[in-house]
């Protein structure tokens, strides 16, 4: 997996949902969202993560996401990973059995989620992923809100049992993190949270599955650059968007809403996409209020992240 670790790296980006009055997906928006992001350079695509809403999709919508964004990525040259979680073990094998068929670069998976999980149960449950998947690598979505959250032994035990497994999304951490991390480092492609890109890469993650994206994916892609010519630069801009986060999404999330619906929203502030911040049922997306702050505060603090179009409803 050497190689494809040294492919699954930089800024990559999400696939979001334009979700029409009622409640239905429009999936030709998918091939334009894709263009955008390969005209703004960024790495990769990936549809089906959270901010796709995939908890929130039939089966149907799922392929169809999952094939127009096969499409669009080819089309466009980007490489591509499809997301194949599901809240039951045995739909993560349906899905990921779909996604193996579209010849993504890499499949992504969450461990079972109902109840807590050992280490020993998420191996076997890794290990019949990999064995569905075929010759298609994962990538494990652990998030902070997972029932097993692992820390870097867990990591490091799933990369011994599982030479499938070619990379990981988390949350990062602090520098002590970053040391037990080591070994996972050297042998997987480790991302973190977009906000916190420059740091973590300096640290030695090897990039993002990028919410700095949905605001601005040129923008993502130019800070990445700052952060390989000019380290003190971009710890300079993750400093601003830390006070970006502070005054814009540190509240929505204090008032109960969901990361994904504030991801949409922030890209429906950045203007780059035709999209609104609406979300599949039975979740509500923000508000036009909520949007027009994430823009007045990306103004104030990291402008280079926002376009000055708006976008119409459909």
């Known amino acids: 997996m050497a190689g494809l670790r040294a492919e699954i790296r930089g800024v990559w980006a999400t696939v979001l949902l334009r979700v029409r009055k009622d409640g239905s997906i429009d ?3 998918i091939s334009e969202q894709v263009a955008a992001y390969a005209a703004a350079g960024i790495d990769g695509v990936y549809c089906n993560g959270t901010a796709t809403e995939f908890h ?3 089966d149907a919508e799922f392929e169809a996401v ?4 096969a499409s669009a990525a080819r089309a466009a040259g980007l490489p591509f990973q499809i997301g194949a979680a599901h809240p039951l073990p045995q739909g993560t094998l349906a899905r990921i059995a779909f996604a193996a068929t579209l010849e993504p670069v890499a ?6 989620d109902w109840t807590p ?3 020993a149960t998420a191996i076997r449950f890794l290990a019949r992923c990999a064995g569905i998947a075929g010759d298609v690598p994962l990538v494990l979505y652990n998030p902070p809100h997972a029932r097993a959250a692992l820390h870097p032994a867990g990591f490091a035990l799933l990369a011994d049992s599982v030479p499938q497994l070619a990379g990981i999304k988390c949350a990062g951490g602090d520098d002590a993190w970053y040391a037990a991390m080591a070994p996972v480092l050297a042998r997987l492609s480790v991302f973190i949270p977009g906000h916190h890109y420059a740091t973590g890469v300096l640290r030695g993650a090897h990039g993002s599955y990028s919410n700095m994206a949905c605001l601005g994916p040129a923008a993502a892609v130019r ?3 700052l952060t390989r010519s000019d380290p003190d630069a971009a710890r300079g801009t993750e400093l601003r ?3 970006f986060m502070g005054e814009a999404v540190a509240p929505i999330l204090a008032a109960g809403h969901p990361g994904y619906a504030i991801d949409k929203a922030m890209a429906a502030a950045g203007g780059w996409t035709p999209i609104t911040p609406r979300l599949l049922w039975p979740c509500e997306g923000l508000e036009d209020a909520d949007v027009a702050r994430i823009a ?3 103004r104030r603090h990291i402008p280079e992240f926002i376009g000055a179009r708006t976008v119409a409803d459909a």
Do not use: E, H, K, M
């Open 107 to 112: 499949i992504q998976v969450t461990l079972p």
């Open 56 to 58: 929130c999709q039939n």
């Open 66 to 69: 999952s094939r127009a964004t």
């Open 117 to 119: 999980i050992d280490g």
């Open 27 to 29: 999936f030709d928006a």
């Open 223 to 225: 800070w990445d650059g």
């Open 296 to 298: 007045a505060a990306a």
């Open 241 to 243: 968007i830390a006070a």
